[in-house]
Nanobody, 121 residues
């Protein structure tokens, strides 16, 4: 069972970037999913989460209005569209899956490797 985040890279402040999370080994169509991030020297924090159907989404205050979480259950994929990126968005971004949607790390059971997003000002 694997979750793999991809799509990170080096961008300029104000740019947009879309992260993807692919699942393999099992399907996660019935599971909630989420994005977390960990900036250098800081603890991992919640970014956004989405329920199994995509009908309910949750965002951190820093992500609200700039980021959009979505999923495509046919492809077993999840996405994070990030707009108006700021230098403080620089972090390793992780995708995760859970039986029920949540906003805390403890709510999520399966974790993928992260993808680094670097925003230069």
């Amino acid at each position: 069972v694997q979750l793999q985040a991809s799509g990170g890279g080096l961008v300029q402040a104000g740019d947009s970037l879309t992260l993807s999370c692919a699942a393999s080994g099992r399907t996660f169509v019935d599971y909630a999913k989420g994005w977390f991030r960990q900036a250098p020297g800081k603890e991992r924090e919640f970014v956004a989460s989405i329920d199994w159907s995509g009908g309910d989404t949750y965002y951190s205050d820093s992500a609200k209005g700039r980021f959009t979480i979505s999923r495509d259950n046919r492809k077993n994929m999840m996405y994070l569209q990030m707009n108006s990126l700021k230098s403080e968005d620089t972090a390793v971004y992780y995708c995760a899956a859970s039986g029920t949607v949540g906003v805390r790390e403890d709510d999520f059971t399966w974790w993928g490797q992260g993808t680094l997003v670097t925003v230069s000002s």
